[in-house]
């Protein structure tokens, strides 16, 4: 079974610091991944997706993630945060590609200090 | 775009009552719709995959009786959660699948936060 793992509940840096939120999956097929941010009480709302093609993926929001197979991670940066950054993270593969369900991680809280 | 809708955004309703939650496609036909629980500081769950014009795929461990799900156009679906309680106090998402071919995505829904007093 597809599974997603993402590292620290938790992660603080401060405005204009390198972003850096770590996902690892596990599959037995290619994946489709994806990062989705979600705001407090809202839905979420995807930022990027990796399907196939180049592993570097740019999203929304100047995030952007790497497919490494070797690694089976996709981790999400940017290179400086923002105060309107701070929200919850989410990672997820999907089964089956563009139509299988989507599988999430337990997700990362982004704090960003002034 | 992709805008998906919910309403309501909150409900509060007593125990043993029934709820009804719409999720609607604003600007797109959604042929698959699912519905997903969100407990607090944890991540979604799937809760039942909802097809236009034919029976919702339930997920292990949830009752299909005690959550109805009807998609009765290609633009909504909804969720009843019949005879609510406490325990089923949560925040419901919805999300929309927008595309063909190998290149389709799931748009989600502001979600609505329900309290079963």
């Known amino acids: 079974a597809q599974s997603v793992t993402q590292l620290g509940s938790h992660v603080s840096v401060s405005e204009g610091a390198l972003v850096l939120l770590r996902c690892n999956y596990s599959s037995s097929v290619p994946p489709y991944l994806f990062w989705y941010v979600q705001y407090p009480n809202q839905g979420l709302q995807l930022l990027l997706k990796y399907t196939t093609g180049a592993t570097l993926v740019k999203g929304i929001n100047g995030f952007e993630a790497e497919f490494k197979k070797s690694e089976t991670s996709f981790h999400l940066t940017k290179p400086s945060a923002h105060m309107s950054d701070a929200a919850e993270y989410f990672c997820?593969?999907?089964?089956?590609?563009?139509?299988?369900?989507?599988?999430f991680g337990k997700g990362t809280k982004l704090s960003v200090k002034p | 775009g992709a805008v998906v809708s919910q309403h309501p955004s909150w409900v509060i309703c007593k125990s043993g009552t029934s709820v009804k939650i719409e999720c609607r496609s604003l600007?797109?036909?959604?042929?698959?719709m699912f519905w997903y629980r969100q407990f607090p500081k944890q991540s979604l769950m799937l809760m039942a995959t909802?097809?236009?014009?034919?029976?919702?795929?339930?997920e292990q461990g949830v009752e299909k009786d005690k959550f109805l799900i009807n998609h009765a156009s290609l633009t909504l679906s909804t969720l009843t959660v019949t005879s609510a309680h406490p325990e089923d106090s949560s925040f419901y998402i919805c999300?929309?699948?927008?595309?063909?071919?190998?290149?389709?995505?799931?748009?989600f829904g502001p979600g609505t936060r329900l309290l079963v007093l």
């Open positions: 909802s097809n236009e014009g034919s029976k919702a795929t339930y």
């Open positions: 999300s929309a699948r927008k595309g063909a071919g190998g290149y389709e995505t799931q748009y």
């Open positions: 997820a593969v999907s089964e089956g590609g563009s139509q299988g369900n989507l599988i």
């Open positions: 600007d797109f036909q959604a042929t698959t």
